[in-house]
């Protein structure tokens, strides 16, 4: 394991951080929403009273983005976690009860690390009583997400799985997985997963950063570094840091969130 490389790729983190703190452009801008998401609140807010509030626009126009809930996107990407709470806040006011912006919302309160407001809002989701199948993946993978920020591996393990039920070639939500099963010990199941990712995916690092992973758990004899450097030389600097983010959370020590209380769970019963 290359644990000079883990820390100066923190440093590279914190570096980029820092630039888009500062207002650098990000190279990448779009902003579109997670296709599950944009759907299912599609779905859910035309079978609800909230039917008069219409979804977030997928995608934002050329040029700027023109609502709150696109502008809070935007910011929650290039780590600008304060601006994007009051901006999602305003969408929030905008469209109450949009699915899309409850979500996002979550998100952005993890990034805080107020973890209680953030299952406070996912709470207020499972107790809707529209949950099409896919409005049920999209809060399942909000719940997994939440639960690998707050390293509660064992918790985002099973979210994962039920998740990747419904959506089971999403490589990004397979790569969670391999982490939380790597952090719960399970190598055997981690391994068996990276083995379902392609090198050759065009959207997504992930075969590299599970191969990563399982080297810097000693899974393997793979080179990590190596496997990063493969990453932003593929798919570029600002992409490949956003996953490292991802990646050091789950492995770097003084990354642990406080633990959540016995009320921060997820609802008895409902979907994990």
């Known amino acids: 394991m290359k644990r000079t490389f883990v820390v100066g790729a923190l440093l590279a983190t914190v570096a980029w951080l820092g630039r888009a703190a500062e207002g650098a452009p990000a190279t990448d801008t779009n902003i579109t929403i997670d296709p599950a998401i944009a759907k299912a609140s599609a779905e859910a807010d035309a079978n609800t009273a ?3 509030s219409p979804a977030p626009a997928a995608s934002a126009p050329a040029g700027e983005p023109q609502t ?24 929030d006011e905008t469209s109450p009860g949009n699915a899309a912006i409850q979500m996002l919302k979550v998100r952005i309160l993890a990034e805080l690390h107020d973890f209680h407001g953030a299952h406070q809002v996912l709470n207020t989701l499972y107790d809707r009583t529209d949950l099409s199948p896919t409005y049920a993946a999209a809060l399942t993978l ?4 939440l639960s690998l920020r707050e390293r509660h ?23 969670k997985l391999i982490y939380a099963k790597l952090s719960t010990g399970d190598m055997v199941a981690a391994g068996k997963l990276a083995s379902e990712l392609q090198p050759s995916d065009a959207t997504t690092p992930a075969y590299y950063f599970a191969h990563a992973a399982l080297a810097h758990a ?14 932003r030389t593929i798919y570029g600097i600002t992409l490949t840091n956003r ?22 769970s997820a609802p008895s019963g409902k979907a994990q």
Do not use: C, M, W
């Open 50 to 52: 909230h039917a008069g």
């Open 243 to 264: 996953y490292l983010k991802t990646y050091l959370e789950v492995f770097s020590a003084e990354k642990s969130p406080a633990p959540a209380t016995a009320s921060q």
């Open 68 to 91: 709150p809930y696109e502008k809070a996107l935007l910011n929650y990407k290039a780590g600008k976690y304060d601006a994007a709470k009051v901006l999602i806040d305003d969408a």
């Open 142 to 145: 909000t719940n997994a997400d």
């Open 218 to 231: 000693g899974a393997t004899t793979g080179d990590e570094e190596q496997d990063f450097e493969q990453a």
């Open 153 to 175: 591996f064992e918790a985002a393990a099973k979210a994962y799985q039920s998740y990747l039920q419904f959506r089971p070639a999403d490589a990004d939500a397979k790569l």
